[in-house]
């Protein structure tokens, strides 16, 4: 079990790590070739511009599903943070209650569209375009599977799950609050020296 455990976290990384970060930095390097290619030597480079575009759809599409998982996206919070473990877990299951159904109602057509896309191609390398939004399939999977994790987790913690609650309350904490959890432990760790 530990092993199917390990290679999951490694196929989850390499989605949502691993390729990102090889998209930024191909894109990265062939954005300073283009640059140097057009104005060192005045020579454009015909293909680097596909090559950028491409890496940034990758890059962003599965980048979303990191920042998903590391609830490090945007998010307002003023009515959340006042509301009770009860009242954030009905509201966090309503809002990813949303997003699945609208994840869900896209999936089938997008997969259509994206494998009709096959018949365009790129201008300088004729890779089917297919390909170059194949990303948004996985994701959507993905983001699928994350919604269904949080509203399974929420419905635990609105049951009164301790394990649950914690899960949830940690998920949605922001940095200002966990700042202010850190100096008061250090400041603890101080009194506590004396």
């Known amino acids: 079990m530990d092993a199917l455990k390990k290679a999951g976290r490694f196929l989850r990384n390499c989605v949502e790590l691993y390729i990102p970060v090889a998209a930024f930095l191909i894109m990265f390097v062939v954005f300073v070739a283009e640059i140097a290619a057009r104005y ?39 009515i959340y943070d006042k509301l009770g473990v009860k009242g954030k877990a009905v509201c966090a299951f309503l809002g990813n209650l ?48 994350y919604f269904l994790y949080d509203m399974y987790v929420e419905v635990m913690a609105f049951l009164g799950s301790p394990k649950h609650i914690d899960l949830m309350l940690n998920s949605t904490r922001n940095e200002t609050e966990e700042a202010i959890e850190m100096a008061l432990s250090e400041e603890t760790e101080k009194e506590s020296d004396r």
């Open 40 to 78: 060192l030597f005045n020579k454009p480079l015909a293909w680097a511009y596909e090559v950028t575009v491409m890496c940034y759809l990758w890059l962003v599409i599965f980048g979303a599903c990191f920042a998903y998982r590391d609830r490090s996206h945007v998010t307002f919070t003023l």
């Open 98 to 145: 949303l997003m699945f159904i609208a994840f869900a109602a896209m999936l089938v057509p997008s997969i259509r569209f994206i494998s009709q896309m096959k018949m365009q191609v790129t201008s300088v390398f004729k890779i089917g375009l297919n390909i170059v939004y194949l990303p948004f399939i996985p994701f959507m999977f993905i983001m699928i599977a």
